[in-house]
């Protein structure tokens, strides 16, 4: 089950890293904002199955819940400032 | 009761796949947030919800249930907000015909 983890925690890995192709080259704010929104939503699920691989599931499942609260947070707050400042 | 947690937390890792590649692959950004808004929301509660099964029934799986709550309530609002700051700001709508 440990080798189940790792290997679905490296594949999710990667895929953040596909994501992070459109945070670095995307074109404008938006899809900025989009693609750190979609790798927040991606490392709450690795740092639950960190915290699985290690036998210290009962820390890191705050952990999760702070990355989680603080993802929405930002997300929420760039958003609102962008609405009024303009995009581009 | 791991092979019930297992299939979840495949089909989740299905559904953040595919997401990624909607991400990646779709031509205007009202595409790729209706591509990543659902897929994340669905894909990381599948997974939540295998590891809460994985884990047993106790105090820690109350929490990771709470944390997917929180995910199905924000990620929705989150990429709602994103669109209407794209749309206030009078961001014109992707056409096929006009980018022949």
């Given at each position: 089950m440990i080798d189940f983890l790792l290997t679905v925690s490296v594949?999710?890995?990667?895929?953040?890293?596909?994501?992070?192709?459109?945070?670095?080259f995307g074109p404008g704010i938006i899809n900025r904002m989009i693609a750190i929104?979609?790798?927040?939503?991606?490392?709450?699920?690795?740092?639950?199955?960190?915290?699985f691989i290690f036998k210290r599931i009962d820390?890191?499942?705050?952990?999760s819940m702070i990355y989680a609260l603080i993802n929405f947070i930002g997300t929420l707050t760039f958003s609102k400032y962008f609405e009024k400042k303009g995009v581009f | 009761m791991h092979i019930v947690s297992i299939i979840f937390i495949v089909c989740g890792t299905f559904f953040l796949l595919t997401g990624t590649i909607g991400?990646?692959?779709?031509?205007?950004?009202?595409?790729?947030?209706h591509a990543t808004g659902k897929c994340d929301t669905l894909g990381s509660l599948l997974i939540l919800a295998?590891?809460?099964?994985?884990?047993?029934?106790?105090?820690?799986?109350?929490?990771i249930i709470i944390i997917a709550i929180f995910i199905f309530l924000t990620s929705p609002t989150a990429t709602h907000s994103?669109?209407?700051?794209a749309l206030r700001n009078k961001i014109p709508l992707w056409?096929?015909?006009?980018?022949?």
């Open positions: 594949i999710i890995l990667f895929l953040v890293f596909l994501c992070l192709y459109r945070a670095v929104n979609v790798i927040g939503t991606k490392t709450i699920a690795i740092i639950l199955f960190m915290g820390f890191f499942i705050d952990i | 991400l990646l692959r779709f031509p205007d950004f009202y595409t790729r947030m295998g590891l809460a099964l994985y884990h047993g029934l106790s105090l820690g799986s109350a929490k994103i669109a209407r700051a056409k096929k015909e006009k980018n022949k």
